[in-house]
């Protein structure tokens, strides 16, 4: 598979190389963009304000720049919370995703979205307190309308961003659980 892995609201950090390198170590082809041009941060408040100051626009357009060449190939889109976000609008944006692969994070669903069959698998933390079980709901309900075939892994106890061993919020059986069946998932496109 070909995969555009995007990066959380801190940044292209560590942990999203060595999910490319995982990924990579499976077979895969992955490009890890950074939308934040070379900044990371320590806190989750620190990243938000850059992304407010850069703009959710800008950022989807960095994205898209990033994606554009390797589009063509049926990429897979996935990424961690914000990049999770990311991932999600330009998956849905685009008739040749062979696959979505979100890690602690949704995004909103256009009313007009429409996708055929697009594979979709979520690992969320539960609780988790970006993304309460009524917008877990609500979005699982809008992506099955428009057309996605989604899978839902929560996490009890975990943190949010429980992947990244560089986070508090880490837990190495959450994580480990998570890969095993993502590239279990990936292994089926």
């Known amino acids: 598979m070909h ?3 995007f990066h959380s609201t801190y940044g292209l950090r560590r942990a999203v190389r060595q999910a490319a390198d995982r990924l990579r170590a499976a077979g895969h082809e992955v490009w890890t963009p950074d939308l934040f041009e070379g900044r990371t941060f320590d806190t989750v408040e620190e990243g938000m304000a850059y ?3 850069v703009g959710k626009d800008e950022l989807l357009r960095r994205a898209v720049l990033a994606a554009a060449p390797y589009s063509e190939r049926g990429l897979v889109y996935a990424g961690f919370s914000l990049g999770a976000s990311i991932a999600q609008t330009l998956a849905l944006g685009d008739d040749r995703a062979r696959g979505l692969l979100l890690l602690h994070g949704t995004s909103d669903i256009a009313p007009t979205a429409t996708v055929d069959d697009l594979p979709v698998q979520l690992h969320v933390a539960e609780p988790d307190p970006f993304e309460t079980d009524d917008w877990l709901n609500a979005w699982y309900l809008q992506m099955g309308r428009a057309g996605a075939d989604v899978e839902v892994h929560r996490y009890a106890g975990a943190g949010h961003l429980y992947t990244d061993p560089d986070l508090p919020d880490y837990d ?10 993502a590239l279990g998932f990936l292994g089926t496109l």
């Open 51 to 53: 992304y407010d100051e």
């Open 3 to 5: 995969i555009m892995l």
């Open 172 to 181: 190495e059986e959450a994580a480990e659980a998570t890969w095993r069946v």
